[in-house]
């Protein structure tokens, strides 16, 4: 019997599957500064302090495996010059000093053409590692997730948002740790769930900030917010258990405030 890894919040927002050492990244979206130069706003690259922590999660993990979750790039449906420069040369740095994996995400139309050899490249429904299903979020995992025991996603930006007695606000990264609906899953797969849980990954990228969780509706259209992944809309996200990136447990996300 294969023996099961256990998830580990690590601070700085990367996930580490003990005991085989995997380290998981979620939405790193390099080239961001791009886009935000077109808006007016001059943003130094930050591809080598995104590099630069990275390498500090893996010294301190001593990783062993390096899984990036998706959206590793930003600027679609093409790739802009800064990301045709930075993106090769930050993904060879890794690949050359770690076991490297990458599930495509809706901004990773074109990696494969800026990946170096040695990078393993899965499709967005992911892929499994022991009990462990590892995909980005924006599509239904593979059915083979159904035989995991976790499933790992991004693509949400988890967060929430706190208010005092005179107005201010603040929002806070954190990691959503969901039940999922087996009954739901079963109907649309066709086939026995075995997952316990979902984890919702936060963002690595500090230029983004997150998504509030536990505010009544969407900022922009005034519908009620849901999550925008898929499976995640399915769950029981409205209960889910909320860790900040310190690893301060907040207790159970309908317990918060709603704001």
């Keep these: 019997m294969k023996t099961k890894m256990e998830p580990k919040f690590l601070p700085g927002a990367a996930l580490l599957l003990e005991p085989d050492k995997v380290l998981v990244i979620g939405d790193l979206h390099l080239g961001l500064e791009h886009e935000i130069f077109k808006s007016g706003i001059r943003i130094p690259s930050q591809t080598e302090k995104i590099m630069e922590r990275i390498d500090l999660l893996i010294r301190e993990s001593k990783a062993k495996h390096l899984v990036f979750l998706g959206d590793v790039k930003h600027n679609i449906p093409v790739s802009s010059f800064q990301e045709d420069r930075e993106l090769p040369l930050f993904l060879k740095h890794f690949a050359a000093k770690i076991k490297t994996s990458l599930v495509k995400g809706n901004h990773d139309g074109d990696i494969e053409k800026l990946s170096p050899r040695g990078i393993k490249i899965y499709p967005s429904s992911g892929f499994g590692i022991k009990n462990f299903w590892l995909a980005h979020g924006q599509s239904w995992p593979s059915p083979e997730a159904m035989d995991c025991e976790y499933l790992v996603i991004g693509h949400d930006y988890p967060a929430v948002q706190f208010s005092d007695a005179v107005g201010s606000r603040s929002v806070e990264q954190c990691w959503l740790v969901s039940k999922p609906d087996r009954e739901k899953l079963e109907k649309k797969y066709g086939k026995n769930c075995r997952l316990e849980k979902i984890i919702s990954v936060p963002v690595f990228n500090r230029l983004i900030g997150g998504m ?36 301060t447990y907040m207790g159970k996300l309908d317990g918060l405030k709603k704001i």
């Design 212 to 247: 509030p969780f536990n505010r009544k509706s969407s900022n922009k259209s005034g519908k009620k917010f849901k999550p925008l992944s898929p499976i995640l809309q399915t769950a029981d996200w409205k209960h889910s258990e909320v860790y900040l990136l310190d690893g």
